[in-house]
């Protein structure tokens, strides 16, 4: 017997056991870790499944608006120029008009 088992009065059946006891527990634990880290793992990467739709989505909500107001505009400037094509001479009068209106305007601030 050795030093240690005389003091603990311990056998080396009975050490043989406690340490295989241990060894079953903290692989045990080990496993329940894995486990955990798993799901926690999962569960990270829904979310970020969800956030990456949800960024697509808003993206593609963009750039459809982006598209309709561009194609709003386009045919707004359409319109304008038919209609200067269709009838120069009130929009000409009337663009002098304004910039009269707007040098009178400004001339009287300054004296």
Request: net charge positive.
């Amino acid at each position: 017997m050795s030093n240690t088992q005389q003091l603990t009065g311990e056998s080396n059946g009975q050490v043989f056991t406690e340490r295989a006891f241990m060894a079953g527990a903290a692989n045990k634990a080990v496993a329940q870790l894995e486990e955990r880290a798993i799901r926690g793992a999962a569960a990270v990467s829904k979310m970020a499944h969800r956030a990456a739709d949800r960024v697509d989505q808003t993206t593609s909500y963009l750039q459809e608006a982006g598209r309709r107001t561009l194609n709003a505009a386009k045919d707004k400037s359409k319109d304008v120029r038919e209609s200067v094509s269709k009838n120069p001479l009130p929009i000409i009068l009337g663009a002098t008009a304004v910039g009269v209106g707007i040098g009178y305007f400004l001339h009287r601030k300054r004296a």
